[in-house]
């Protein structure tokens, strides 16, 4: 089965496509791109968490802040993204309440700081 990443829409413009293998489930990309680890993983979505540096002007400094966010997980990653692991997320049309981005691609694998910070959570958690 030959994959088709970009289509043209109704409006004539171009729209990056993502396909699953066992349905064929389109989700038409667009808007932002965020990176981040996977903190927690379900059957068909995870959880990934990322920093960002917001400049807070009444003190005119700049204050760490971190983003969590769903995103679908596709058949084809099911096997290949796991907890710890840096992957990329694209925005696409809202697939549920909490839902509105897939994953997209592995980026790299859990390295060892990774690894116990997600030991250290699952042990406060119970």
Known sequence: MEKNNKVKGKDGKVKNLVETM????VYSLRGRKFEGY????????VTIEF???KFVRKYERYLKTKTKLHA???ESLKNEIN????IQIMECRPLSKII??????KIR????????KMQE???KRK
């Open 22 to 25: 066992e349905k064929v489930q």
């Open 38 to 45: 996977v903190i927690r993983k379900f059957d068909k979505r």
């Open 51 to 53: 920093e960002r540096v």
């Open 72 to 74: 679908r997980l596709p």
């Open 83 to 86: 907890i710890g692991d840096y």
């Open 100 to 105: 509105h981005f897939v994953a997209v691609k």
């Open 109 to 116: 694998e859990a390295d060892d700081k990774m690894k116990k």
């Open 121 to 123: 959570n699952k042990e």
